[in-house]
């Protein structure tokens, strides 16, 4: 499985930006996907994932009520929209996936996601 994240940029505070994250390879196998971030001298941190076979989507505290995740299906394609951003979102933002099912509190560790985007950058300025 190869996953590739874009649509990364520099925004003003309370803007929206839309990620995409591609997926190719056998994606069949994917159970949950999501995205995670890491903002300079950070270490790595979930934003939010959907578990597949669970049909649940999960958040970080920090972007409930801003940042949505949907996904289309017939293009293997996960999405971010992140709205209302704050200058503390300012990172580098990673699409992961596992083909593990995992249980809730393992979903928040990035070890246990096999699968990794490159990462795209978004900026928010204050």
């Known amino acids: 499985v190869q996953l590739q994240a874009s649509g990364g940029g520099l925004v003003q505070t309370g803007n929206s930006l839309r990620l995409s994250c591609a997926a190719s390879g056998r994606t069949s196998s994917i159970d949950v996907m999501g995205w995670f971030r890491q903002p300079p001298g950070k270490e790595r941190q979930f934003v939010g994932v959907?578990?597949?076979?669970?049909?649940?989507?999960n958040y970080a505290d920090s972007v409930k009520g801003r940042f949505t995740i949907s996904r289309d299906n017939a293009k293997n394609e996960l999405y971010l929209q992140m709205n209302n951003l704050k200058p503390d979102d300012t990172a580098v933002y990673y699409c992961a996936g596992t083909v593990k099912n995992l249980i809730l509190s393992s979903i928040y560790d990035p070890v246990h996601y096999e699968y990794w985007g490159q990462g795209t950058q978004v900026t928010v300025s204050s």
């Open positions: 959907y578990r597949r076979s669970r049909r649940i989507t």
